[in-house]
């Protein structure tokens, strides 16, 4: 830069593009399965159980150790130390015992010499298997009291007697299906056997260090012995948090007990079959309130299907309590959840981690309200919003950051709400068969782990001599973008370019004991880690200045003409050779923990976030009452994300939530039969949303008045799972879509997801009554 040039701006609070954009169009981005294969890979596959839940009387592999290419095959007696992969309870074994709990369950490992190999051999297998019951609907546990632990009850005020004393009283049902999480990159790991015990992972997952802790327990080695490692993702969304140990920890078995590196890459079938997915919920209101429809008194009965074990229901169950309130005040409530226990694959974390469905129970009750009382839905939401006096949650938590009252309002201004209200109403009165709906839904989500010590981690900066940087952290990249903002992060602590820091895999042998990426935070943990860290060594460079250059430590600036010590400036790659020559360590790692958080899960009480990010959907559909078909016309949003760490990609971020709330409350299918087999097992039979679903009118801001008032890193706020929720507004224009059709009827029986056939089934039921 020549003198006098304007100096470019800071490198945080910018639009860059995500570090990988060109290498993900170029398909030059290198994922587990592109990687070169060592002579002499091993290739793997699971025997899956084709039946439901019975007792495993006996497994003939004869056929299968006898088939092509087969090298080794594995049942539960040849696991070394513990059959276990799962992230809490002990209760996941990565190959059957003497019980089958569901369809798709491994019953035994294959390895050879091909993957065509290895997945025919998987097939040859022959189980004889004892059948006992099996409880597969959410109706099945409930009737056999099947429970993966104790029911949970949340309360606040005396829901009882606000009820009995309401002017209005309404009771009603919303159910839910789950979701599949269609990443495209499918479940993959590739283990390499070292020295000494070593077992070395490339793995395709958001969680490395559990899965280094389950692979170290199954092998009977210590931590110190596995090292996993992440360079990115071909997507996640949840379900590789806790659904890639077994891939895992199967390929790390084979490369540990044959000497040679073993592949796990699993068939989309096989994937969907054998993994969880989105909790499917019903959840159940009893509801007073005053003729405004401000609500007095609430009662919520949410029952989920969890599956076979736990995995991470419990936390995902507690957050679809945490979120029942949404934007609301609920001034006498009680919500009562059911973990419920079937012979299914056992569900786990998809985006939201059950606040999508908490949050579309509250919005229905919003909903048929506003039918009740023959109000517009927006007004009741207002009514009932968080504000002075009224702003204590469920959980006896505080909201000081309440800013959806202002968002909603500007987003009902700039989308000019009620003219289009109007406008709908028109057409609905002249259009017999095709009807409109448009709803506008707020989102307030809460950021942070619900299990308090999962709130912290770590970061590891290497600045060279000759002043690039090395970056590594403890959070993975599924291109979401991460990697670019904690390099912004960095190079704006330093006032030095972006394209100066260089982003490695994140390994367990560079910063260990991590938190999973999840819950919405991996920028708020690993990017204050990673500003500490870089903080410590400009501060090592700056004293250092300050005795080169006979100043004053706290008078030496990084600027991005270079570093300035009194009337001395020095560019930054010199200023780094100079402290390498002086012994300077130019090296450190970050530490982050999450302050002000805390929670009682005995009492559910306390305070489990840090803050609340906030946003607002104003959606406009149409259906076919002949057909049941629909479409998403238009979508305006506005979405808070504090001061954005990069813009770009929190838009990218907004928009891919709401298209995949959307294909969850519209599309996305899961049917299973009367065994717990999943039948939509592939792209032919399972819908997710395409690029023709997407709205033609389809507006995303971001909030110019976004600002974290708490300490998180540069004042931003998370982005990845809150947007996902905008997507309610799209079941909620539906459901008003629906009562257009047949006025006068009360509020519609619609269903989640709101397929043809179930949006049909709410008209008859409405024109039955």
Aim: proline share 5%.
């Amino acid at each position: 830069m020549s003198e006098g040039d304007p100096m470019p701006p800071g490198a945080v609070h910018r639009s860059l593009p995500h570090d990988s954009a060109d290498l993900h169009v170029a398909g030059t981005a290198l994922y587990v399965d592109d990687l070169p294969e060592p002579p002499g890979l091993l290739h793997c596959a699971f025997g899956h159980a084709t039946d439901g839940h019975g007792r495993l009387v006996a497994l003939d592999l004869d056929a299968v150790r006898a088939a092509p290419g087969v090298v080794a095959v594995y049942t539960a007696a040849d696991i070394p130390g513990d059959n276990d992969v799962s992230p809490v309870a002990g209760d996941d074994r990565l190959l059957a015992e003497a019980e089958i709990l569901y369809p798709g369950q491994p019953l035994f490992l294959v390895a050879a010499t091909s993957t065509r190999a290895a997945r025919a051999a998987a097939r040859l297998g022959r189980a004889v298997i004892e059948p006992l019951p099996a409880l597969v609907t959410i109706a099945d546990a409930i009737a056999a009291n099947s429970l993966i632990e104790p029911t949970q009850v949340m309360r606040r005020g005396d829901a009882d007697a606000a009820l009995f004393a309401a002017a209005h009283r309404i009771a009603g049902r919303v159910e839910m299906g789950g979701q599949e999480h269609f990443y495209l990159e499918g479940q993959a790991a590739l283990a390499t056997p070292g020295e000494q015990g070593e077992i070395h992972i490339l793995s395709s997952t958001q969680h490395p260090s559990e899965i280094q802790h389950l692979v170290a327990k199954m092998l009977g080695r210590a931590h110190a012995d596995i090292t996993v490692e992440v360079r990115r993702m071909g997507g996640a969304f949840g379900g590789k948090e806790t659904q890639a140990a077994a891939f895992a920890a199967a390929a790390a078995l084979v490369a540990a007990t044959t000497g040679r590196a073993a592949k796990f890459r699993a068939a989309r079938d096989d994937d969907m079959v054998a993994t969880g997915k989105r909790h499917e919920f019903e959840i159940r209101y009893d509801v007073g309130f005053d003729d405004a429809g401000r609500i007095e008194g609430i009662r919520l009965d949410l029952a989920s299907r969890c599956g076979a074990t736990a995995d991470l229901s419990p936390a995902i169950n507690d957050r679809a309590m945490f979120h029942s309130d949404n934007c609301y005040f609920l001034p006498a409530v009680e919500i009562v959840s059911r973990r419920l226990k079937t012979h299914t694959v056992s569900n786990t974390a998809f985006r939201g981690f059950g606040g999508p469905q908490g949050m579309l129970g509250i919005e229905r009750v919003m909903d048929a309200i506003a039918a009740h009382l023959g109000h517009d839905p927006l007004a009741v939401r207002r009514a009932n919003f968080y504000g002075p006096g009224r702003d204590t949650t469920p959980y006896h938590m505080r909201v000081e950051d309440n800013v959806a009252p202002e968002l909603v309002g500007a987003l009902a201004d700039r989308a000019g709400y009620d003219r289009r209200r109007a406008d709908v109403a028109a057409f609905n009165a002249a259009s017999p068969v095709v009807k409109k709906g448009l709803a506008l839904t707020p989102v307030k989500f809460g950021i942070s782990f619900t299990t308090t010590h999962l709130n912290q981690a770590g970061a590891l900066v290497l600045v060279y001599a000759d002043g690039s940087i090395h970056l590594n952290h403890g959070g993975t990249e599924m291109g979401q973008g991460l990697h670019t903002k904690i390099a912004q992060i960095v190079a704006d602590v330093f006032a030095v370019p972006v394209d100066v820091v260089k982003v490695s895999a994140t390994r367990t042998d560079k910063v260990p004991n991590t938190s999973a990426t999840a819950a919405s935070s991996g920028a708020d943990l690993n990017g204050m880690a990673a500003y500490n860290a870089a903080n410590t060594i400009r501060d090592r460079l700056a004293a250092f200045a300050a005795g080169r250059f006979g100043v004053a430590a706290a008078d030496v600036r990084f600027t991005r003409g270079g570093v300035i010590a009194g009337g001395d400036v020095v560019a930054f790659a010199s200023l780094c050779r100079m402290a390498h020559l002086g012994r300077v360590s130019l090296a450190s790692t970050g530490f982050y923990a999450t302050p002000d958080i805390h929670y009682d899960r005995a009492t559910h009480t306390g305070r489990p976030f840090l803050y609340f990010a906030y946003g607002a959907a104003l959606s406009e559909v149409a259906i076919d009452t002949l057909t049941g078909e629909h479409r998403v016309l238009a979508v305006d949003i506005l979405h808070d994300v504090g001061r954005s760490l990069n813009p770009a990609i929190d838009l990218g971020q907004i928009e891919g939530g709401f298209i995949q709330g959307m294909g969850w409350l519209t599309t996305e299918e899961l049917v299973y039969d009367d065994c717990g087999r999943l039948r939509t097992h592939a792209p032919s039979t399972y819908k997710i949303p395409t690029a023709n679903d997407r709205p033609r009118h389809m507006q995303v801001e971001i909030w110019e008045r976004g600002h974290n008032a708490a300490p998180t890193i540069h004042r931003s706020k998370a982005v990845g799972e809150p947007p996902f929720m905008l997507a309610l507004s799209v079941f909620s224009a539906l459901t008003a879509a629906v009562a257009a059709a047949v006025p006068g009827k009360g509020m519609p029986t619609l269903d989640a997801p709101a397929t043809p056939e179930r949006v049909l089934a709410a008209l008859r039921d409405l024109r039955a009554r």
